[in-house]
Structures are given as C-alpha cells and as structure tokens.
C-alpha cells in the first residue's frame, strides 16, 4: 500500500486516532536512527532548552500533560 493511500484513510480517523498513529509512527523512525541528522541551529536551540531546563527543572509539563492539552485543542 502506498503513503499516499495511507494518509487518505488515516485522514477519516478521528484527531485522536490522527495523533496516536503520528506518535507511533515518529516513535519506529526514532527507534530505526539513533542519530538523527539536525542542523547547527536545531542544536543550538536543543542546547538552550536543555539549559533553560537544568537552570529549573520544575518550569514546563511532562509530555502527558502536553500531549492531553494538544488533543483537547482538535
């Protein structure tokens, strides 16, 4: 079966339904390149992020609490 035709029936599925295969999906290409190519400056503000977190770890949401509040918004 072809992408094309995988995104036009994941296109009839609900946003949740949308947002769990996106996540599965983005999790098995993660999973198959442990080093994903970025560049210099998705590094630079990787870095920053990672800063800003060790500076406070306790500023910002785990990714439950994210992910919750992104499906409510579709």
Do not use: N
């Amino acid at each position: 079966m072809s992408a094309d035709v995988l995104i036009e029936e994941a296109s009839k599925l609900s946003a949740a339904d949308r947002l769990r295969i996106a996540e599965a999906l983005w999790q098995s290409a993660w999973d198959e390149q442990p080093e994903l190519p970025i560049t210099p400056e998705q590094r630079q503000e990787l870095d920053r992020r990672l800063a800003d977190y060790d500076a406070d770890p306790s500023h910002g949401d785990e990714w439950a609490i994210v992910r919750d509040r992104l499906e409510k918004k579709l």
